[in-house]
C-alpha cells in the first residue's frame, strides 16, 4: 500500500535524524506517540510518578537503541515493546518488594485476616495520585491493578493506546487469537472485580 | 444461537468490534434471554467505566524533559565513543562499528559510494569524526555529511542524479537516493529515478525534474491570549518566531510536497512550493522563473 510506504519512509527519516542526533527529530518523535504511550504506561503500572519516569526513560532506551529497529514492525509497535519491557520490570520489582513488605506485616498482626486482595487495593489508593484522580479513575486503576499483568496489558494496549490487535500481538509476542482470548478474559474479570466493589457499595449504603 | 456462542461474542460487542451481522443475532437473542442480558450489561458497564477514566494529556513539561533526556543520551553515547584512550581499543573499536551503525543508520543496507564529489567541500570523517577538506573526485557514501563554505561550491553526481552544492549549505546522505538538506541551497536534477530530499523538520520533498530547493528563514509573528487553568486571561506580547522552511523552485518536471504532518501537495515547473510554519505545503506560481541561475554564474 502507498500509504504505509510513504508512512516507512516518514518514519525512516525520522528515525535517521534521531541517530543524527537533532533535537527537532527527538521532539517530533515524542509529540507523535506521546498521548498513547503515556496512556498506555500509566493504565498499566497504575502509578502516575512511575509513568512519568518510564515515559522518559522509554525514549532514552529509543535513543540508546536505534541501530536495533527493525523496519519490518511499525515505529510505535517498536516503541510501545520498549516501554512494555521497562514497565514489565518495574512491576516484576514491585511486587518483589510488596512479597516482602507482606511477609513482615502479616507477622506483625498475629490473629488477624488480611486478604491479599485488600492489600493490593489499599496500596494502589496510597500510591495514587488523589488530587487528579476522580472516583471513576480511582475504581478503574484499582480494578485494572486486579488483573493479571499479561491481560491487564492487552487491554490497555487496545483500550487507551488504540492500537490494533495485529500490533499488540507483536509487542506481546502471541497469536492474534491469544490476544484476543486475552482481553476477553480481562474485560470480563475486570467486570467481576468491579461488580464486586458495587454490590458492596450498595450493601452498606443498604445497611 | 446458544447463550454459549452469544456469551463468546459478547466481550467483542462491549468493545464495539463485533460486526453488525452478529451483533444482531446477538441482539435477538438477549431479548429473550435474561442472563445472558445481564452479563451482557455488566461487560458494557465496564466497557464504559474504561472508556470513563479520561485519557492523560500530555503535557510541554514531560516533552522537553524526555527531549532533553534523549538528548543528554545521545551525548553520552558519542562522548562515549569519541573519547579514545589507550589500550582499550578493542572494545572501543566494536563501539565505533556501533557508532557507524548508529549515525549511518537505517539506511545502510547496501554500503558503498553513491555519488562523486567535485569542487570545494569539507566531508565529516567517520573515523576522527573531523571535518576535513574533501578530495576532488571523493566517493561518498550513506552517512556521509559534506559542507560547503561561504565561497565555494560543490557537485555529487551520481548516476543520472546531480546535486550541486551553493555556497555555506550543509547536507547529508541519509540513502542511496535521500538527502537532507540542514542549510543553504542545491540545485538538484534527478534522473527518473526520483530523489527524496528532507529537512530538519521532517518536511519532504520529492523530485523527478530539475528543482532549486532551499533551506530559509521564515518569520512568523505570534499573538493570541494566553488562558491558564485558574481561568484568568492575559495577553502576552506578539513575539517574532525564525524557523526553517524548505522552498522548492521548479524547473522541469514535477515535486511532491509532503509536510512534517502528513498533507501532501505537488508542485510542477514554473512554479514555487514551500512549507508553512506549521509543515503545511503550499504552492505558488513562480515570479522569477530563472532556477539554478547562480550555477552558472561563474
Known amino acids: 500500500m502507498a500509504g504505509s510506504e510513504e508512512r516507512m519512509n516518514l518514519e525512516e527519516d525520522l528515525l535517521h535524524r534521531c541517530a543524527r542526533g537533532e533535537a527537532a527529530a527527538y521532539r517530533e518523535l515524542v509529540e507523535r506517540i506521546e498521548k498513547p504511550l503515556v496512556n498506555f504506561i500509566l493504565r498499566f503500572v497504575g502509578e502516575r510518578h512511575v509513568a512519568e519516569d518510564l515515559f522518559q526513560e522509554t525514549f532514552v532506551r529509543v535513543v540508546k537503541t536505534l541501530g536495533t529497529f527493525r523496519p519490518e514492525a511499525s515505529l510505535s509497535t517498536w516503541i510501545f515493546t520498549i516501554a512494555r519491557n521497562l514497565s514489565l520490570d518495574w512491576l516484576k520489582a514491585k511486587r518483589r518488594h510488596r512479597e516482602m513488605a507482606l511477609d513482615a506485616a502479616t507477622s506483625e498482626e498475629k490473629g488477624r485476616v488480611i486478604y491479599f486482595k485488600d492489600v493490593l487495593r489499599s496500596g494502589v489508593a496510597a500510591l495514587e495520585d488523589r488530587a487528579q484522580s476522580t472516583e471513576d479513575e480511582r475504581r478503574v486503576t484499582a480494578a485494572l491493578s486486579g488483573l493479571s499483568p499479561i491481560k491487564r496489558e492487552a487491554l490497555v494496549l487496545r483500550m487507551y493506546a488504540g492500537l490494533q490487535y495485529s500490533e499488540i500481538a507483536r509487542i506481546q509476542g502471541a497469536p492474534v487469537g491469544t490476544v484476543k482470548f486475552r482481553i476477553h478474559e480481562a474485560l470480563r474479570d475486570l467486570s467481576k472485580l468491579m461488580g464486586v466493589e458495587d454490590d458492596r457499595t450498595s450493601a452498606a449504603q443498604g445497611g | ?298
Do not use: Y
Open chain 2, 1 to 298: 444461537m446458544t447463550c454459549a456462542d452469544v456469551r463468546k461474542l459478547l466481550p467483542d460487542l462491549a468493545l464495539g468490534d463485533l460486526d453488525a451481522e452478529p451483533a444482531a443475532d446477538v441482539a435477538a437473542h438477549l431479548k429473550d434471554c435474561g442472563a445472558c442480558r445481564a452479563e451482557s450489561g455488566a461487560l458494557g458497564r465496564t466497557a464504559g467505566a474504561l472508556r470513563a477514566a479520561t485519557p492523560v494529556a500530555a503535557s510541554t513539561e514531560r516533552r522537553s524533559a524526555a527531549v532533553a533526556a534523549m538528548a543528554r543520551a545521545h551525548a553520552d553515547l558519542s562522548a562515549r565513543l569519541l573519547t579514545r584512550r589507550p589500550r582499550a581499543w578493542a572494545p572501543l573499536a566494536a563501539a565505533a562499528a556501533f557508532l557507524i551503525a548508529v549515525a549511518g543508520a537505517l539506511t545502510v543496507r547496501a554500503p558503498g559510494a553513491v555519488f562523486s564529489l567535485a569542487g570545494t567541500a569539507r566531508i565529516l570523517d567517520r573515523g576522527t569524526g573531523e571535518w576535513r577538506p574533501a578530495l576532488d573526485g571523493e566517493k561518498i557514501s550513506v552517512g556521509d555529511r559534506i559542507v560547503t563554505d561561504p565561497g565555494t561550491r560543490a557537485r555529487l553526481a551520481g548516476g543520472a542524479t546531480e546535486i550541486v552544492l551553493d555556497q555555506d549549505t550543509w547536507v547529508a546522505i541519509s540513502g542511496p537516493r535521500r538527502v537532507s538538506l540542514d542549510r543553504g541551497r542545491v540545485l538538484a536534477s534527478s534522473g527518473s529515478n526520483e530523489l527524496v530530499v528532507t529537512d530538519m523538520a521532517n518536511n519532504c520533498v520529492r523530485v523527478t525534474g530539475r528543482v532549486e530547493i532551499s533551506v530559509r528563514d521564515i518569520t512568523s509573528i505570534v499573538a493570541g491570549a494566553v488562558e491558564s487553568k485558574q481561568g484568568d486571561q492575559r495577553l502576552p506580547a506578539p513575539r517574532s518566531v525564525v524557523e526553517k522552511s524548505l522552498v522548492v523552485r521548479v524547473a522541469s518536471g514535477e515535486v511532491a510536497l509532503d509536510g512534517a504532518r502528513q498533507q501532501r501537495l505537488r508542485a510542477r515547473a514554473g512554479e514555487e512550493g514551500k512549507f508553512e510554519a506549521g509543515g503545511k505545503p503550499v504552492t505558488e506560481k513562480m515570479v522569477d522563473p530563472r532556477v539554478g541561475a547562480w550555477v552558472e554564474d561563474r
